[in-house]
């Protein structure tokens, strides 16, 4: 936001103007966290001094500023400061800051628990925000737990065939999935593509959603052939239905791409990929966190093809901008790390690969502690970089 002013100087005889006269910086600086001002000068024509305020507020410097002052004249628990936390932590989850997200969406869900009720659909949505963001840290069996009480609320109120439960229940199979319990999830999905299939349809994009969740379950559990065959359908389906470039036939082809990979079919995963890749760069960003997500698989498939050059200069560049738009202890830098180290050592770097397994090593320590399952696998993949045994 802006304003200005005409400063009341001594006036003084105008001279005549070349041409348009630059503002001078007068002054900046910051008036907190995410909004700082500006202040120029310069000269009228009628000899009076013009002096312009500019003040700029970054996304996140608004929404702090909006909880700050509900906060204080409102109070913790009123529902325009548990309105105003949620959106500060959406914002911080939108621009990578997940960890700092969730002390926000924690205090929404508390707040609304108590004011709203567990039921009411403002706690449920913040809730659910809380446990995608949970997700994407890694912290799945609290995700887990938050998801289930979101379905339970919305079946309670609106029955088990309703659209916003059958998501939830989705998100539990996807989580059981990512928990190895995978005859688990393939009855989740089922159970939820049954009702999908009965009530909006086979063609449907929820019902297609379904299918892919459902190939997911089957190639988890080693059936990659039918996996294969399913994810090629999906994405031929929601091509014909939202057209070839649509995401969700996108999503599936990327799918389908991975179980390629896994059967040694390079040549055709990278072509797939790729395909994702120019996609998701069009529609999203170079940078965005898809797009390193779907180049980092590419890098994957094109070691796996023994393009190891080409594949280690694709992975510099996913670990680059995971590090520049999440953090480096965000678990997808982490994960693109312990990659590229792999890459690198097995081309003989083994300095760059041991600086590499260190970082991993550390902020492992640093997220879960020395004991932790994950931070000894981290210190067993140094050793291993190291060639020693202790």
Request: charged content about 25%; aromatic content about 4%.
């Amino acid at each position: 936001m802006s304003g200005g002013w005409r400063g009341l100087g001594r006036r003084r005889k105008a001279s005549p103007q070349p041409g348009p006269v630059e503002p001078e910086n007068v002054g900046s600086g910051k008036l907190g966290e995410g909004i700082s001002y500006s202040v120029t000068r310069r000269d009228g024509t009628d000899g009076i001094p013009e002096v312009d305020i500019t003040y700029t507020m970054t996304p996140e410097g608004k929404a702090r500023w909006i909880l700050s002052a509900a906060y204080e004249n409102r109070g913790a628990t009123h529902p325009d400061t548990l309105t105003a936390a949620f959106e500060l932590a959406e914002v911080l989850r939108e621009q990578g800051s997940t960890g700092d997200a969730v002390e926000f969406y924690r205090h929404a869900v508390t707040g609304r628990r108590t004011v709203l009720g567990h039921g009411h659909p403002d706690t449920l949505k913040a809730t659910s925000s809380l446990a995608q963001a949970l997700e994407e840290l890694g912290e799945l069996s609290e995700a887990e737990q938050l998801t289930r009480t979101v379905w339970a609320e919305q079946v309670r109120a609106s029955g088990d065939a309703d659209p916003e439960a059958l998501t939830s229940l989705a998100r539990v199979a996807r989580l059981a999935l990512r928990m190895k319990r995978t005859a688990e999830a393939e009855r989740l999905v089922r159970e939820v593509l049954a009702v999908r299939e009965r009530v909006l349809g086979q063609e449907h994009r929820s019902t297609l959603s379904s299918r892919n969740d459902l190939a997911g379950a089957l190639r988890a559990q080693g059936r990659v052939e039918d996996a294969e065959q399913l994810y090629r359908q999906v994405a031929e389906d929601a091509g014909r239905l939202f057209g070839p470039a649509d995401s969700l036939s996108m999503h599936a082809r990327g799918n389908q791409a991975a179980v390629l990979a896994h059967q040694g079919r390079w040549a055709e995963a990278e072509q797939h990929y790729g395909t994702v890749v120019d996609f998701l760069v069009r529609t999203k960003s170079a940078g965005h966190v898809d797009t390193l997500s779907a180049r980092q698989n590419l890098a994957s498939v094109l070691h796996g093809a023994g393009k190891v050059g080409e594949a280690e200069a694709l992975m510099r560049t996913v670990v680059d901008g995971y590090c520049k738009v999440l953090g480096t202890d965000h678990p997808h830098s982490v994960a693109a790390m312990r990659n590229l180290a792999a890459m690198v050592h097995r081309r003989g770097g083994r300095a760059e690969a041991e600086a590499l397994c260190r970082k991993v090593v550390a902020v492992y320590e640093r997220r879960f502690g020395p004991g932790d399952p994950r931070t000894a696998e981290a210190r067993a993949n140094l050793r291993l970089v190291m060639g020693t045994d202790g």
